[in-house]
T-cell receptor, first 114, second 117 residues
């Protein structure tokens, strides 16, 4: 079975500061990794994904993540956050290609203050 | 890009009544859709997989008779919460796989907040 651990339930940060949201996974097979963002009372929007190739993945809104197989991590980073980045962020993993369900972490609430 | 839409976005109902939530893929066909439930400050919990033309596949612990799923067409899946009770109050989200298929990317609806009084 696969699992996802998001180590921080909440990350407060000041505007224009850098941020890293941590994600670790466990799986006995190769996985695909995703980060989703959820704004209040909305569905999830894909930020970025790692399927194969370069371990540094760039996504929307200036976010990026690095896949580290040896540390089974897929941490999300942004060099300078905005107030509008305040949202819940979910890391997710799937072991299958094609149509498959995802296993989600519990989420990290990013709180950006002025 | 592909869009998935849910309706209604919020609903309030009395205990004992049934509520239907619709999930539509607007610009692509989806033979499979997924229904999730999200409690406050919690992650998404997969409830069931909706399959067009066949029965839904429910996750362990999800009551099939409580949460009726019908995948009526290639663009529509519905979730009916039957005889709703206050403990069924939650945020329900549907998703559909990318038409490209690769990597398991899912497109999510906006969610439907159910409040049972």
């Amino acid at each position: 079975a696969q699992s996802v651990t998001q180590l921080d339930s909440q990350v407060p940060v000041f505007e224009e500061a850098p941020v890293e949201l941590r994600c670790n996974y466990s799986s006995s097979v190769s996985v695909y990794l995703f980060w989703y963002v959820q704004y209040p009372n909305q569905g999830l929007q894909l930020l970025l994904k790692y399927l194969s190739g370069s371990t540094l993945v760039k996504g929307i809104n200036g976010f990026e993540a690095e896949f580290n197989k040896s540390q089974t991590s897929f941490h999300l980073r942004k060099p300078s956050v905005h107030i509008s980045d305040t949202a819940e962020y979910f890391c997710a993993v799937t072991k299958n290609s094609g149509y498959s369900t995802l296993t989600f972490g519990k989420g990290t609430m990013l709180l950006v203050s002025p | 890009g592909a869009v998935v839409s849910q309706h209604p976005s919020w609903v309030i109902c009395k205990s004992g009544t049934s509520v239907k939530i619709e999930c539509r893929s607007l610009d692509f066909q989806a033979t499979t859709m997924f229904w999730y439930r999200q409690f406050p400050k919690q992650s998404l919990m997969l409830m069931a997989t909706s399959n067009e033309g066949s029965k839904a596949t429910y996750e362990q612990g999800v009551e099939k008779d409580k949460f009726l799923i019908n995948h009526a067409s290639l663009t529509l899946s519905t979730l009916t919460v039957t005889s709703a009770h206050p403990e069924d109050s939650s945020f329900y989200i549907c998703s559909a796989p990318s038409p490209q298929g690769a990597g398991g990317e899912l497109f999510f609806g906006e969610g439907s907040r159910l409040t049972v009084l």
